[in-house]
């Protein structure tokens, strides 16, 4: 197959649509986030990549944090969170919150599937600090389980491409993870 360089600034397809919570000056402020990623097993950890932004201040200040998982039906909520910034407006009416275990890391009742994150370290990086949290609890609406486990297609999560700057649904399941490649032969 023939390739052509695409340049260094690539990223991986698609990324998950997060919105990422803190109480920022005793107000809970909330960010959209693409550069998310479970890093951890045991115990569960969860980085999330922050550039400069007003969330930062209460990550470190409060070390807690919460990561929310929206639906479609949230797209125009999200995408708010990322243009505007708490240190302009205040974003902490944009939700209704609720909190589980930790004081300082608010949750977004309407999103399907949220989770409290107790920091573990602050990776400075030239642009951004990777933020690790451990998964303290996550929650879920009943609605969006089958068999107990959380159902994508419930969930109806969206995606981020970059630098194209869209939004996608979830497609259609593909294979099994741990299964497809068992009768694999080269
Ligand atoms: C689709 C989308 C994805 C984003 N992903 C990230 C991200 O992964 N990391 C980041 O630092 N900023 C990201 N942003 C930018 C922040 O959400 C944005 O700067 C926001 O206003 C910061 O809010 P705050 O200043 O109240 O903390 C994203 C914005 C959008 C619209």
Redesign the pocket.
Known sequence: MDKVKLGHNAFTYPMP?TLVGAV?DGKP????????SRVNARPPMIA????S????AGIHEHGEFSVNIPDIELLKA??Y???????RQD?SGVFELFYGDLAHAPMIQACPLTMECRLVQAVQLPT?TVFIGEIVEAFIGEQYLTDGKPDIQKLRPFT?TMPD?R?WAVGDQVGRAWGSGRDFTT
């Open positions: 649509m920022v402020n909330f960010m959209a986030v693409g550069w998310v999330v990549a922050l550039g932004h007003h969330t930062n999200v995408d969170c990322g243009l505007v910034s708490g240190k974003k951004n981020l700057n939004y």
